[in-house]
């Protein structure tokens, strides 16, 4: 069984378009993580959310809407892509806020055209 | 923020001990060290986190002297599949709101040869 799942893998989409991208855990655990890696392998947190509630809100453009409806779940949502946000997205989950053990997902690629 | 820098490469033979080190001269009190691995088209894979002195698992040692200003990786014997990118993280997850410290450094890409 896959631990932390992401849909879709490849996401490739025009300008301006607005799409999203979910992820689920059957760890059982309660926070869970947004990061984006780009191009030179930077990865950065964006959001975490811990039992649903917001705990980590990073310098995100407003496009970007994370939306937990309940712990085993978070998913992130992007209005008006633009091509900087090509990169590959990956979600994560911890045990609680605490912990620095994180489990990650398999990545989606988006590609903004 | 503790930024940290890592090598950017490094290659091994089969066999060896591959020690990476890390620098985080500005970690802080409550800081942490967390190292993972990852390899192409996966998410990273945690491997270890310590706060002072050396921690062992089944798979790794870390390092961390006194000053905590650095941390040492040590991958014992390590073999054709451990290459990968190994990444140092430094931060404490209880921080909230904004400017969270969990952000990955550069990456050491780690090429093990037969």
């Known amino acids: 069984d896959t631990a932390v799942s992401q849909t879709p893998k490849y996401l490739v989409t025009q300008m301006g378009n607005d799409k999203s991208i979910k992820c689920e855990q059957n760890?059982?655990?309660?926070?869970m993580y947004w990061y984006k890696q780009d191009s030179k392998k930077f990865l950065k947190i964006m959001f975490s959310y811990n039992n649903k509630e917001l705990i980590i809100n990073e310098t995100v453009p407003n496009r970007f809407s994370p939306k937990s409806p309940d712990k085993a779940h978070l998913n992130l949502h992007i209005n008006s892509l633009e091509l900087g946000d090509s990169a590959v997205y990956f979600c994560?989950?911890?045990?609680?806020?605490?912990?620095?053990?994180?489990?990650f997902g398999p990545g989606t690629r988006l590609t903004v055209t | 923020l503790a930024k940290t820098t890592q090598p950017i490469s490094m290659d091994s033979y089969e066999g060896q001990e591959v020690n990476i080190t890390c620098s985080h001269n500005?970690?802080?009190?409550?800081?942490?060290i967390t190292w993972y691995q990852q390899f192409p088209s996966q998410g990273p894979r945690f491997i270890i986190q310590?706060?002072?002195t050396k921690v062992t698992n089944e798979v790794a040692s870390l390092f961390i002297p006194a000053d905590r200003k650095s941390s040492t990786l040590s991958l014992p014997r390590v073999s054709l599949s451990d290459t990968a990118v190994y990444y140092c993280?430094?931060?404490?997850?209880?921080?909230?709101?904004?400017?969270?410290?969990?952000?990955f450094g550069t990456g050491t890409q780690l090429k093990v040869e037969l």
């Open positions: 760890l059982g655990h309660d926070t």
């Open positions: 500005n970690i802080a009190t409550n800081d942490y």
């Open positions: 993280l430094v931060g404490d997850p209880w921080v909230t709101g904004g400017g969270n410290k969990l952000t």
């Open positions: 994560a989950s911890s045990q609680n806020r605490g912990s620095y053990e994180q489990y």
């Open positions: 310590g706060y002072k």
